[in-house]
């Protein structure tokens, strides 16, 4: 067995998976993300558009946002960050890591719904795909559990996400 290091991108991702499930503990979308600098987390977040009752706080954003709690970071530390997300990222939270030069996306699985990447990629931004098969299950299993929650957002973002 392959020992884990804190530089490898499955290490980070279970990370983002931890995140995915506290938002399903919430009874939230469980979409989980992390903002890495130097190999450590900076920030941590989960989608809270149920919780919070909000718009906007995508996993991608959440986690952004909290890495800017403690100390504001600089355009250097985005440069030199990886956002790791559970799901392959919408238009607004492609858009957030354009804006901020985030140069590297690594995603959990995007079978189940394909955002933005082309976008990244067309920014420049490097964009991995683990196909992380627990990525997938959680939110299948959330999607089969709640249709009506999963259709709801979906209807926001139809004309900018492909489900697969």
């Known amino acids: 067995m392959a020992k884990v290091t804190k530089t490898d991108d499955n290490y980070f991702m279970k990370e983002a ?7 399903l503990a919430e009874d939230g979308i469980p979409i989980g993300a992390v903002l890495v600098k130097d190999n450590e987390i900076i920030g941590r977040g989960h989608n809270k558009l149920i919780q919070n ?9 959440d986690a952004i946002e909290n890495a800017n709690k403690d100390a504001r970071l600089s355009g250097e530390d985005y440069r030199k960050s990886t956002l790791y997300t559970t799901l392959s990222p919408c238009p607004m939270c492609s858009g957030a890591v354009i804006l901020y030069n985030i140069p590297k996306v690594v995603i959990g699985e995007n079978k189940t719904l394909f955002g933005a990447e082309s976008l990244l990629k067309s920014n420049d931004v490097e964009v991995i795909s683990l196909n992380n098969l627990e990525c997938r299950e959680i939110l299948e299993n959330y999607i089969k559990e709640n249709p009506k929650a999963w259709e709801e957002e979906l209807e926001k973002v139809a004309s900018n996400t492909t489900t697969k």
Request: hydrophobic fraction near 45%; aromatic fraction near 6%.
């Open 17 to 23: 998976i931890f995140e995915a499930k506290k938002s």
């Open 53 to 61: 009752s909000s718009a906007i706080l995508h996993g991608e954003l």
